[in-house]
């Protein structure tokens, strides 16, 4: 009896095991699950190893203008594969275009030409290159039931634009209707961006703000690229999003958030909010907002927004308002240069201090 006693006692303690590692297994299957629209877990990109204590060389593009000296933590150059930026905490970066009265790029400004103005006061450019770096960039596209017959050109100018672009961006799919899905994570490959581009499963309404607004937190939180990007493509007014427009737009503008720019596919007057939304958007980062009157212009638009991104001027900036004290910064860049009239320079309108969630040293 107590031998019987002893195995019954035995299996119930096996059993018991089993059970714990049964439920131990099922939490945390649990916990690597997504949370409502939230970004699954995405394993970070391959790294190809660097050598060991060499300084990243620095790529022959680099105009730099050497008239002040480069403050001693802010480095550029190629590291691990890629194009990174080293900077100042306190450093502000911007990110310009500059058109002339007649709408045309002007791209070959010096430092002197500028003047920065942070909530009115003159602040001292301590940074300034023009030259096509690469970026980290997302591509936003609207699944939504409407978009139906139109995805099969707006995919192909998504990757038009991919293909127009710096070769060494890295890039991203999401595509959204009522939620959103982070289809592929950062990548250069782009048969990937294709695979990803086609899971069109054009359903349900439109969460426009929620989509740019988890597409803005995963460049931030794992871009390694210092200059940020957002692609987006809708063809209709937000009407699922948790995110109002104001906290879309407060989250954009956070500390290095990405430039946006927008492509409206809308054909009537019942369109109106959604163009000053994408207008509104796309103003306050720094991007163009784009409504083509037929489905065809996308293409153009696409590559006209590579050209845009590769055409840019970085300038950098020590705040004389410390990042530490908070609150919104509005900004303001001015140009002027001897040949032309009036110049006009693209680029956000503010930011938040002390709102950057990645950390100042992208790698």
Not at 59 to 86: A, L, N
Not at 172 to 189: A, G, P, S
Not at 220 to 248: C, I
Not at 271 to 276: D, G, I, N, V
Request: hydrophobic share 35%.
């Amino acid at each position: 009896m107590r031998r019987r006693d002893t195995t019954l006692l035995r299996s119930s303690r096996f059993l018991a095991v089993i059970v714990l590692l049964n439920v131990l297994v099922f939490k945390t299957g649990a916990q690597n699950q997504p949370v409502g629209n939230a970004f699954p877990p995405q394993v970070a990109p391959p790294k190809t190893a660097a050598p060991a204590k060499q300084d990243p060389p620095k790529p022959d593009s680099i105009q730099q203008d050497t008239s002040d000296s480069k403050p001693p933590q802010e480095q550029s150059g190629q590291e691990e594969g890629g194009f990174v930026f080293h900077k100042q905490v306190e450093e502000v970066v911007l990110h310009a275009t500059v058109v002339d009265d007649k709408q045309r790029m002007v791209m070959n400004l010096d430092k002197t030409a500028f003047n920065v103005l942070e909530d009115g006061k003159p602040q001292n450019i301590i940074s300034f290159r023009r030259e096509d770096i690469p970026v980290a960039m997302g591509i936003v596209i609207d699944n939504s039931g409407s978009m139906r017959e139109k995805r099969d050109k707006v995919n192909k100018a998504a990757i038009n634009l991919v293909k127009s672009s710096n070769p060494q961006d890295e890039v991203f799919i999401v595509n959204f209707n009522d939620e959103y899905y982070l289809d592929q994570d950062f990548t250069n490959d782009l048969s990937k961006m294709r695979e990803a581009l086609e899971k069109v499963d054009t359903r349900g309404g439109t969460a426009l703000y929620d989509a740019v607004v988890a597409s803005s937190d995963h460049l931030k939180k794992n871009a390694r690229l210092e200059k940020r990007v957002l692609f987006v493509v809708t063809d209709g007014e937000d009407n699922e999003s948790q995110e109002s427009l104001e906290q879309a737009i407060r989250r954009l503008q956070e500390e290095n958030g990405p430039t946006v720019y927008t492509i409206g596919l809308l054909g009537d007057e019942k369109a109106r909010r959604a163009r000053k939304a994408l207008q509104f958007i796309s103003e306050k980062t720094g991007g163009i907002a784009f409504f083509p009157r037929t489905l065809d212009q996308v293409d153009e638009i696409s590559r006209q927004i590579a050209h845009d991104i590769r055409s840019q001027y970085t300038i950098g900036y020590k705040p004389t308002n410390p990042k530490s004290t908070g609150g919104y910064r509005a900004i303001k860049v001015e140009a002027k240069a001897k040949g032309y009239g009036k110049l006009t320079v693209r680029t956000k309108s503010g930011y938040y201090a002390g709102q950057e969630r990645a950390s100042t040293s992208v790698k």
